[in-house]
C-alpha cells in the first residue's frame, strides 16, 4: 500500500509539473503574440505624431503682423461683425501669448483697421492675398477665410449648434517679393463642445455665435504657438 501511494502521490506531482510548465509556456506565447499584434497593429499616437505640442507654424517672432479675415456675402448680411470679431479674438490671443514662437512680435495693425481697409476697398476681395498683403505694412499677414459657418443645427432648423469651417494662410512679405508662408484648409470649430450633431434647444444665435467665433479663434490661434 505504500508502494501504491508513493507511485499516486508520484504522478500527481508530475501531472502538476505538466501543468505549471503548459502554462508558463501559454503565458509565454500570449506575451509574444500580444507584442507581434502590437507591432503589426502600427506605431502608437505618440509615434505617429513626433511634432505633437510644436506649431504648425513658427515663423511670426520678430515680425510685425496682422489679421485679416474674409467672409462670404451671406455670412456678413447675418453676421456684419464677422470679421471684426473673429480678427479681434484671434489677435488678442497671440498678442497675450507669450512663448517663444511669437517672442517680438509686433501688431502695428488693429483688426478695426484692417476691416476698414477692406470696407474701403472691395477690390480686395478679388485680388490675390499675395498682392494685398503688402499693402498693409506689414511683414506677417494672418489670412483667414470662413468658407462656412451656422448657429443653427443641420439635423433641425429648430435646434442651436454653432458651426465653421475656414482655411487660414500666412502672407510673408519680405521687400517687395511676397510668398506663402503656411497654408491650412478645413479647421472646423463647433459649439457647444460637448453637443451632439442634433444641438440643442435652450439657446439663441447669439450664443451660438459668439461660442463658436471663440472656438474657431481659439483653433486658428493654437496653429501659431506650442502653448
Same mark, same amino acid.
Given at each position: ?55 504648425? !507654424?513658427? /515663423?511670426? %517672432?520678430?515680425? +510685425?503682423?496682422? *489679421? ?7 455670412? &456678413? $448680411? ?81 435646434? !442651436?449648434? /454653432?458651426? %465653421?469651417?475656414? +482655411?487660414?494662410? *500666412? ?7 511676397? &510668398? $506663402? ?47
Amino acid at each position: 500500500m505504500r508502494v501504491q501511494n508513493y507511485m499516486v502521490l508520484h504522478d500527481a506531482r508530475q501531472l502538476c509539473n505538466r501543468i505549471v510548465l503548459i502554462l508558463l509556456y501559454a503565458s509565454i506565447l500570449c506575451i509574444s503574440g500580444c507584442t507581434w499584434v502590437g507591432a503589426m497593429a502600427g506605431p502608437s499616437k505618440e509615434m505617429e505624431s513626433p511634432e505633437k505640442g510644436k506649431p504648425h !507654424y513658427a /515663423g511670426l %517672432a520678430g515680425h +510685425s503682423a496682422a *489679421v485679416m479675415v474674409w467672409a462670404d456675402r451671406a455670412a &456678413k $448680411v447675418e453676421w456684419p461683425s464677422i470679421q471684426l470679431d473673429l480678427a479681434s479674438q484671434i489677435q488678442n490671443k497671440l498678442y497675450a501669448n507669450k512663448s517663444s514662437e511669437l517672442k517680438g512680435t509686433t501688431w502695428p495693425r488693429q483688426p478695426s483697421s484692417v476691416v476698414r481697409y477692406q470696407l474701403d476697398h472691395p477690390d480686395v476681395d478679388a485680388s490675390p492675398v499675395t498682392e494685398v498683403a503688402p499693402r498693409l505694412g506689414i511683414s506677417r499677414l494672418i489670412y483667414v477665410e470662413v468658407s462656412s459657418f451656422s448657429t443653427r443645427s443641420d439635423a433641425s432648423f429648430e435646434m !442651436y449648434r /454653432g458651426s %465653421a469651417i475656414a +482655411s487660414v494662410k *500666412v502672407i510673408e512679405v519680405e521687400g517687395t517679393q511676397t &510668398k $506663402v508662408g503656411y497654408s491650412e484648409s478645413s479647421i472646423r470649430a463647433t459649439f457647444p463642445p460637448k453637443a451632439t450633431a442634433e444641438g440643442v434647444f435652450n439657446s439663441t444665435d447669439a450664443i451660438m455665435y459668439r461660442g463658436v467665433i471663440a472656438a474657431l479663434a481659439k483653433e486658428i490661434a493654437g496653429r501659431f504657438s506650442s502653448e
